[in-house]
């Protein structure tokens, strides 16, 4: 069960850095933390606003967390059980495919290169580079 309230996502700072517009040249954001903002529209306004943190052609970098998980039958059943779920009373109806409740924390697992390259075009990021395997992108 994930505590949402004590997650790093409910940061006001982490959502809204306290720093003035065109602050940095570049901005490094580590580990999984991209995979840890909680919904896709929540993750569009944050890359919108360290956008805005970055100077004129200043880059941002940033890891997330790939699904790993095996596509095979157990896998495919699982996801068909919470689209099920996922209609019933009370559910979370920001729940996207990828979501994953680990070690008591939200972690959205991108599946493919494709729905990553969509959710930066979402919030209007040109991406520089994207490096599948080792899990990060460079963006402007």
Known sequence: NCDWSS???SSDLFLAPPFKPGSFEFILLAGTM???IPGRETR?????????????????????QIDTRADGRFHRLTERL??????LPG????????????????FHLFRD???LKKEFDGADARMMELNWSHQYAVLS
Not at 82 to 87: A, L, R
Not at 91 to 106: A, E, L, M, S, V
Request: charged share 20%; hydrophobic share 30%; glycine share 8%.
């Open 7 to 9: 997650d790093v996502c």
């Open 44 to 64: 569009h306004r944050w890359l919108q606003r360290v956008r805005r943190l970055c100077k004129p052609n200043g880059l941002i970098m940033l890891s997330f």
């Open 34 to 36: 991209y995979s840890a």
């Open 113 to 115: 290169e494709t729905e």
């Open 91 to 106: 559910t979370n109806p920001f729940y996207q495919k990828g979501d994953i409740c680990q070690g008591g924390h939200f």
């Open 82 to 87: 919470q689209s099920v779920f996922q209609t």
